[in-house]
């Protein structure tokens, strides 16, 4: 067994019923948390293999990212600059990456999501869940499949991204759910579905959520991003884990949400990107829904996979507390993965939770390059990740 100890933490946020630790330290043994607490209890705790002097910095979870799309080649920056010139967004866009995707090879692919993955963990980000949905034929999303598997802790497959240009909407939702569903089936963990005007329609995405689960896939939808919808609705019916995107929301979808097990996952930098309203956190928090923070890194809408950023737009604009906007980016995000800690640090599969810092949990730890997290929105703009550790391993 490998005993570490992390010491000269000025505030320790676990992001669980122990909540905020001054003077703190954490030892981890062979990648769990074994103690987080007050430093002066740690010393009695037995020598450690390695110590590691953190310098006075504060400590939080690392961030887990449970909406991104990392498996994609090509540009839209035009596009972007028509949108922020005052052109509506719309998900057409889409198929513009498609062609540059399905142009790229393995290697080229393997490569550019290897990059985002690095540049994910220099934020902060130990836990990334990646999706399919740039291919949008067998091969390429079979292709998508197998490296997002390579790199990312949890693999989505959304197929049901956009009718591509040219193709029947019969014939694709007809592929989707069979021969590219049993092609990438192997690869990934869920499926997703993006039910919006200008994609699927709630009869398309039920088929589409039904034939995943019927594969053995746990349930994702994008929803409610452009307008009022199906989105909530069909995720809270089918048991969906997370619903994301929810920025237009009736008061019956907050109610659904707020007495289910669905997540609202919102994603603040898509937002304003799009200049949609940013989605209603604070009335979902105050509902007793729980909340989700990501970063929806893609080509068009969100090209950071910065949950710092996120967190500051989630303060200073959404109106969360910086504890309530830590919690959605750590144990939020990993409770729409299903690696939320179930107690003694375990996740509902019996593996090391992610998302907190109590014992029995993953080690994954976001070093601060200041002595107060509150820096994080008080600070807005300034790079203050020092160091990422994953499973107490440092990644950045």
């Known amino acids: 067994m490998t005993a570490t100890i992390f010491t000269g933490i000025s505030e320790l946020r676990t992001v669980s019923e122990a909540g905020t630790v001054k003077d703190a330290a954490l030892v981890a043994e062979d990648g769990v948390v074994a103690f987080a607490g007050p430093a002066a209890e740690a010393e009695h705790l037995g020598p450690a293999?390695?110590?590691?002097?953190?310098?006075?910095?504060?400590?939080?979870?690392?961030?887990?990212?449970?909406?991104?799309?990392?498996?994609?080649?090509?540009?839209?920056?035009?596009?972007?600059?028509?949108?922020?010139?005052?052109?509506?967004?719309?998900?057409?866009?889409?198929?513009?990456?498609?062609?540059?995707?399905?142009?790229?090879?393995?290697?080229?692919?393997?490569?550019?999501?290897a990059e985002r993955v690095a540049l994910a963990n220099s934020g902060g980000t130990t836990t990334l869940e990646t999706k399919t949905g740039y291919g949008l034929n067998t091969e390429a999303e079979e292709l998508s499949a197998r490296i997002a598997a390579q790199h990312a802790d949890d693999v989505t497959f959304l197929g049901a991204h956009l009718v591509p240009p040219g193709a029947d909407p019969g014939e694709y939702l007809?592929?989707?759910?069979?021969?590219?569903?049993?092609?990438?089936?192997?690869?990934?963990?869920?499926?997703?579905?993006?039910?919006?005007?200008?994609?699927?329609?709630?009869?398309?995405s039920r088929r589409v959520l039904e034939a995943g689960k019927?594969?053995?896939?746990?349930?994702?939808?994008?929803?409610?991003?452009?307008?009022?919808g199906p989105g909530v609705r069909l995720a809270v019916e089918l048991g969906a884990a997370s619903v994301d995107h929810v920025n237009y929301l009736t008061d019956d979808?907050?109610?659904?949400?707020?007495?289910?097990?669905?997540?609202?996952t919102v994603l603040?930098?898509?937002?304003?990107?799009?200049?949609?309203?940013?989605?209603?956190?604070?009335?979902?928090?105050?509902?007793?829904?729980t909340v989700a923070i990501a970063s929806n890194l893609n080509p068009g809408t969100s090209y950071t996979p910065s949950i710092a950023f996120c967190i500051t737009t989630a303060v200073l604009q959404q109106h969360l507390t910086l504890d309530e906007a830590i919690e959605a980016a750590t144990a939020g995000g990993a409770r729409a993965l299903n690696r939320h800690d179930v107690g003694g640090?375990?996740?509902?599969?019996?593996?090391?939770?992610?998302?907190?810092?109590?014992?029995?949990?993953?080690?994954?730890?976001?070093?601060?390059?200041?002595?107060?997290?509150?820096?994080?929105?008080?600070?807005?703009?300034?790079?203050?990740?020092?160091?990422?550790?994953?499973?107490?391993?440092?990644?950045?």
């Open 49 to 113: 293999d390695e110590r590691v002097d953190l310098g006075g910095r504060a400590v939080v979870p690392g961030w887990v990212d449970s909406h991104t799309h990392l498996v994609f080649a090509g540009d839209r920056g035009e596009e972007f600059e028509a949108r922020m010139a005052g052109e509506d967004y719309a998900a057409g866009g889409i198929a513009v990456t498609m062609g540059a995707t399905r142009e790229a090879g393995e290697e080229e692919l393997s490569r550019l999501v």
């Open 174 to 204: 007809d592929e989707v759910t069979g021969p590219m569903l049993q092609a990438v089936a192997p690869h990934c963990g869920w499926i997703d579905v993006f039910c919006e005007r200008g994609a699927f329609n709630e009869e398309q």
């Open 214 to 228: 019927e594969a053995g896939l746990g349930l994702r939808v994008h929803g409610n991003q452009l307008g009022e």
């Open 253 to 264: 979808d907050v109610e659904a949400l707020a007495s289910s097990q669905t997540v609202a």
């Open 268 to 289: 603040p930098a898509c937002d304003l990107s799009t200049r949609q309203p940013l989605a209603p956190a604070r009335r979902l928090l105050d509902a007793g829904a």
């Open 345 to 396: 640090g375990k996740d509902p599969q019996g593996r090391p939770a992610r998302g907190t810092l109590v014992p029995g949990a993953s080690a994954d730890i976001h070093v601060l390059d200041t002595d107060q997290a509150i820096d994080l929105a008080y600070r807005p703009g300034v790079p203050l990740a020092w160091r990422t550790y994953k499973a107490a391993r440092r990644v950045a």
